[in-house]
């Protein structure tokens, strides 16, 4: 799957290391950071639609960092649970790629980047994602979404029309 990477220390060449969690959850949520308690919205999808949701906000932005396993104010839950629920951490991240492949699209993998990472007895999960060089439709090709400040927006085609006039794509 693409984006894996086995611990901190190993990057591929020319890949950035991964910024140092302590500081990002006491920066709390802001333009390019999210956190989400929880890969699933107990609505038997393993992996929610806000994850698809913020994901592609991220890449049709200007990137960012979506942490699951901590709560909007900042407390860490992890994920452990739901890694046991999927059968192992290998599972959920199978879980994870196979829904990004299905709703952002096949190529989507060289725009994000996937660590479990313990904090604390807890296991979160952080997910980097890269400004897309397209537009990113999720969904199967349905839905625009865009991080603008620290929400993920929705566009109708009109609004799309709207900012086609605004931004270079």
């Known amino acids: 799957i693409g984006g894996w990477i086995i611990s901190e220390n190993q990057f591929p060449r020319g890949e950035l290391p991964w910024s140092n969690i302590e500081d990002l959850i006491n920066q709390g949520e802001h333009g390019k950071l999210e956190f989400k308690e929880r890969f699933s919205n107990r609505k038997n999808e393993r992996i929610s639609k806000n994850i698809i949701k913020a994901i592609a906000g991220f890449s049709n932005a200007n990137g960012g960092e979506l942490i699951v396993g901590i709560s909007d104010d900042r407390k860490l839950v992890g994920v452990d649970p739901e890694i046991n629920e999927a059968g192992g951490a290998d599972k959920l991240l199978l879980d994870l790629g ?66 086609d006039k605004s931004e270079d794509w």
């Open 98 to 163: 196979n829904s990004i492949r299905s709703n952002l699209g096949s190529d989507f993998h060289r725009f994000y980047r996937v660590i479990f990472q313990s904090v604390e007895n807890h296991t979160i999960c952080r997910i980097e994602v890269f400004k897309a060089n397209k537009r990113i439709f999720a969904f199967k090709g349905g839905d625009f979404y865009k991080r603008e400040g620290n929400q993920t927006i929705s566009y109708s085609p009109k609004d799309l029309h709207e900012l």
